[in-house]
């Protein structure tokens, strides 16, 4: 896209896994860097590998993916424990590998799967290490729910213009995964896997709205694509808070400039839906 630029400062240092780590979860091969994420995930063997970005969150994360039963409408990357029983190893967290690719054109399968997994977390206690949670999505994550967004934010004529229609919802929260559309692999004759969990407190169908924003933007549906789902209740204003939750992450993970070419036309057809509700 002409005008975006990536500062290539922000990307993580991409380093394998060191002995001393796989050793602790068992892990026996050639370490071989996966596609996706920032960069940081390696297979050997069936384990996948990937440092921690919060210990208490992927401690918390694994615990409850270790205990969700088998389902038929989806699959999950189950946890693997290093030896003296933890979920971490030197910074590090594994799960085991799960088969498949995604596929953003599949837009419909990712909320069905997102669904799924959102009714087996559902009766899930909100998690503290939310409460102090510092990462570039926070920004967005609480300017997109009316919470002081962390630093200053810049003007935006299009985060503007989305709080301009923004209002309040009366929607039952729960855990959720706020990044499904990358994070669903599809292998044939089995369920989707839902990987790398996106924790937050949010209405359920906050993460299918996050999903079809990121379609519309980056994949080439119209806005087509976001009707099919509009019998959810307050759903003009979860694609509100989907685009202001990617847009007010936007300077904050490496992105220089404003999104406007991508973002304009999706933020106008949301605008419009809100203001025909």
């Known amino acids: 896209m002409a005008g975006l630029r990536h500062d290539p400062s922000w990307a993580p240092s991409v380093v394998p896994p060191p002995g001393e780590v796989l050793r602790a979860f068992g892990a026996r091969g050639e370490a071989v860097r996966l596609a996706g994420g920032k960069g940081g995930t390696w297979r050997v063997g069936d384990v996948v590998l990937k440092p921690s970005e919060g210990d208490d969150e992927a401690r918390w994360r694994a615990g409850v993916l270790a205990g969700l039963p088998e389902s038929s409408e989806f699959r999950v990357a189950r946890p693997v424990a290093a030896r003296d029983g933890d979920w971490i190893a030197d910074g590090w967290e594994a799960t085991r590998f799960v088969p498949g690719q995604s596929d953003q054109q599949r837009v419909g399968e990712v909320v069905r799967a997102g669904e799924a997994f959102h009714a087996a977390v559902a009766g899930v206690e909100r998690p503290d290490f939310l409460d ?146």
């Open 132 to 277: 102090g949670r510092v990462n570039p999505w926070e920004k967005g994550n609480r300017l997109a729910w009316e919470e002081p967004p962390p630093g200053d934010r810049r003007p935006s004529a299009l985060i503007d213009a989305l709080l301009a229609v923004r209002r309040p919802v009366g929607l039952p929260e729960q855990v959720m995964h706020a990044d499904l559309l990358g994070n669903v692999l599809f292998a044939d004759g089995l369920a989707p896997a839902v990987i790398d969990w996106a924790v937050y407190w949010r209405p359920a169908a906050w993460g299918p709205a996050v999903a079809v924003v990121d379609a519309m933007v980056w994949h080439g549906f119209g806005f087509g694509l976001a009707r099919r789902w509009e019998h959810v209740p307050e759903w003009g204003q979860l694609l509100v808070r989907a685009a202001l939750f990617r847009l007010g992450t936007w300077d904050t993970v490496g992105w220089l400039g404003e999104p406007v070419e991508v973002y304009e036309p999706v933020v106008r057809d949301i605008i419009a839906f809100v203001e025909q509700e």
